[in-house]
């Protein structure tokens, strides 16, 4: 069974500090990908991550994928209270000639203004 | 559709009773899972199916849960004799290699 860790499962910080999010895994992913869902709403894809080593930036978001495809981490630099959601990562395997993906443990942040 | 529906948005159901939840994924995805949140928590796998393979159940939590897809399109959450530990949000999401698109939940809550 895939599974997927994410930590920390809880992190509370000022606004204005750097923060990094790992997604780990014993398994490798075709690709890896970032969700961040707010209150009373689906989470919403942020970035898709296919080759090891990869990096994506979205503002102050740097999403990187581990060169062996089985981890990922998420930097956020400089937070702003709107950053505050649970952050999931989600792992794409292949299955039979499909994807099916497998989502991780979430982490909760809470920016403080 | 341009993203994945679900309805109802909000169901209050009272102990006891069935409650059917509707999933509309994305045109043209063959992949389909539900999953479960309660209140701060992360996602709980309940089901996934893929095309016209047999679904992948072993995330429900008791015989009381089902789920069918018809068509290989919509698909419906049947909670059965529903207890007050169902009440959380459950979520739809379909798949292509793009990514999984969620949809914006039910939020059930059961009294």
């Known amino acids: 069974t895939q599974l997927l860790e994410q930590s920390p499962q809880f992190l509370s910080i000022q606004e204005g500090e750097n923060l990094t999010v790992y997604c780990n895994s014993s398994?490798?992913?075709?690709?890896l990908q970032w969700y961040r869902q707010e209150p009373g709403e689906g989470p919403v894809l942020l970035v898709t991550v296919v080759t090891g080593g990869e990096v994506k930036k979205l503002k102050r978001l740097t999403f990187q994928f581990g060169d062996a495809r089985k981890d990922s981490s998420l930097h956020i630099t400089a937070a702003q209270p709107g950053d505050t959601g649970l952050y999931l990562c989600a792992g794409a395997g292949r299955n039979s000639g499909t994807y099916k993906y497998i989502f991780g443990t979430g982490t909760r942040l809470k920016v403080l203004a | 559709g341009a993203g994945v529906s679900q309805s109802p948005s909000n169901k209050v159901t009272e102990k006891g009773k069935d409650v059917e939840l509707r999933c509309d994924p994305i045109s043209g995805h063959t992949a389909l899972y539900w999953y479960r949140q309660s209140l701060g928590q992360g996602l709980e796998f309940l089901i996934y199916?893929?095309?016209?393979?047999?679904?992948?159940k072993s995330g429900l939590p008791s015989d009381r849960f089902s789920a069918e897809r018809t068509g290989g399109s919509v698909s419906t959450l049947t909670i059965q004799r529903t207890q007050q530990e169902d009440s959380a949000v459950y979520l739809c999401?379909?798949?292509?290699?793009?990514?999984?698109?969620f949809g914006q939940g039910t939020r059930l809550t059961v009294v």
């Open positions: 199916f893929q095309g016209n393979s047999a679904p992948d």
């Open positions: 398994s490798v992913f075709s690709s």
């Open positions: 999401a379909s798949s292509s290699i793009a990514g999984a698109f």
